[in-house]
């Protein structure tokens, strides 16, 4: 693994109406206000579906179970580099809380809805998989 590019996933999680999960990123975060769907960077030592689990936990306070890996992007923020893997996911227990730990708002949105919110990863590859997926 290269050391100066910084290994992610986010996890678009799914409701029984293929509604994705997206939260909005808390002012003191980089991209303040941003919609995004969950997740973070990996911890030495762990897989990236370990990643996708612990983080959503951390995040909202609720178990999932990944469903499917989408593969992953390259990109460039404020001159760092990240490797972004995503993930489909849907809830271990449907009717489980959400506790929002780090974003100041969640949604339940369509796909198709996406374009009405200030979504940071609407044009990677990997989002676009998703939408063939869900269509």
């Known amino acids: ?3 100066a590019v910084t ?3 986010n996890v678009a999680i799914l409701n029984d109406c293929n509604e994705l999960l997206i939260a909005k990123r808390s002012p003191d975060k980089p991209m303040p ?3 995004e769907f969950p997740g973070g960077k990996l911890e030495k030592g762990e897989s990236l579906q370990e990643c996708a689990l612990r983080e959503i936990k951390e995040e909202l306070d609720v178990e999932i179970r990944v469903a499917e890996y989408l ?3 390259m990109l460039e923020y404020e001159g760092k580099t990240f490797e972004l893997h995503f993930f489909i996911a849907r809830m271990a227990d449907p009717d489980q809380p959400l506790k929002l730990c780090v974003h100041t708002e969640a949604r339940w949105v369509e796909y198709a809805a996406l374009g009405e919110y200030d979504f940071a990863a609407r044009e990677l590859a990997s989002v676009k ?4 997926r869900l269509s």
């Open 1 to 3: 693994m290269n050391p």
């Open 7 to 9: 290994v992610a996933v």
């Open 33 to 35: 206000g941003v919609w």
């Open 71 to 73: 593969g992953f992007d």
């Open 129 to 132: 998989r998703l939408e063939k």
